[in-house]
């Protein structure tokens, strides 16, 4: 068995150099998205690196080798193109394989979009209205208070409704200041709830949906665990944990598992635009079986925060036109 890394521009590149150099039987064994040597490598250009096999038969045997049927082949590419853009191996086979067979060869990114759509709607909340109390939890910096901003934003513009602002963030002033910003420019109520008896008390006092913006600590903290005391015992409460992008696999389970506490059933997904793709994430959100509410695709307020659907999610993983992820 020979094996060989090949480092090209694009995915279709470095296919095209495997069936050069190995031939149309090669085995794709991995894809993925490196640095570029050298300086341009400090300055963030990437390549896509294949790492392929193929066997070395004698002479006398090349006739006896079967060649593999070509839609093996063309699952084998379309498989190659998800792992580029982030899917773990084994799902990214199972979504080619989910094509059919007959469209595989020449698969034309709608139709990878669409396919990663089905087998991926199960990550896509169905959630059509707010809960009487909608609770942002998560680290600092994942964007919990400008999704409250954007939420508040769309509300008012699209539906004519003002929803209340409550922020239990006494830890960070910056953050209250924040909120308290957007809630004058939008005409929203906000209070401030810096102890679990003001919390509860502005709960009791609540004439419409809130918005609660949370601290960036973790649940096992004395004061967020009063905090989350304070919601359990309250009904029509949903909490979105928020994360952003480009947050790493092994770090995004490290902070579920931090979160597990204040029992999130919903996710919210920033700052995509700063990620080179979903894809990454997309394991860890199928094992968890989170499904998603909300993607932050930007800063713009009230812009750039959609509600998820499965081909919005398919195209953040997949690439839309302006994206290019695949090629």
Not at 29 to 34: A, D, G, P, Y
Not at 271 to 278: G, R
Request: net charge positive; charged share 30%; no cysteine.
């Amino acid at each position: 068995m020979h094996l060989k890394r090949f480092k090209r521009e694009t995915v279709k590149d470095a296919l095209r150099a495997v069936r050069e150099e190995l031939g149309p039987d090669a085995l794709i064994l991995s894809t993925r998205v490196v640095a570029a040597p050298g300086v341009k490598g400090w300055f963030g250009r990437r390549l896509v690196e294949v790492t392929a096999a193929a066997e070395r038969p004698a002479m006398s045997d090349v006739r006896q080798v079967a060649a593999p049927r070509p839609a093996d082949r063309a699952g084998d590419e379309i498989a190659a193109r998800l792992q580029a853009v982030g899917l773990e191996g084994a799902l990214a086979r199972d979504i080619a394989a989910a094509l059919p067979a007959r469209k595989r060869r020449g698969a034309t990114i709608e139709l990878i979009r669409r396919t990663l759509a089905e087998q991926l709607a199960s990550l896509a909340s169905t959630d059509e209205d707010y809960a009487p109390i909608e609770v942002f939890v998560g680290p600092p910096g994942v964007g919990k208070t400008t999704t409250i901003a954007k939420l508040a934003a769309q509300a008012r513009a699209r539906q004519g409704r003002r929803l209340g602002l409550l922020s239990a963030d006494g830890f960070r002033v910056g953050a209250v200041e924040q909120l308290r910003l957007y809630a004058d420019i939008l005409g929203a109520p906000l209070t401030v709830a810096r102890t679990p008896t003001e919390l509860e008390t502005a709960l009791d006092h609540a004439t419409r949906p809130l918005l609660l913006d949370t601290a960036g600590r973790s649940p096992s903290d004395d004061v967020s665990r009063e905090m989350l005391r304070v919601l359990a015992g309250r009904r029509g409460v949903r909490t979105h944990l928020v994360l952003a992008a480009s947050t790493p696999p092994a770090t995004a389970r490290r902070v579920l598992d931090r979160f597990e506490d204040a029992r999130p059933s919903r996710l919210v997904i920033t700052k995509l635009d700063e990620a080179e793709s979903l894809g990454p994430l997309v394991s860890v959100l199928r094992e968890r079986q989170l499904p998603i509410s909300y993607l932050g695709i930007g800063q713009r307020v009230p812009e750039d925060l959609q509600r998820a659907t499965a081909p919005l999610i398919a195209s953040w993983i997949a690439g839309d036109d302006r994206q290019g992820a695949v090629a």
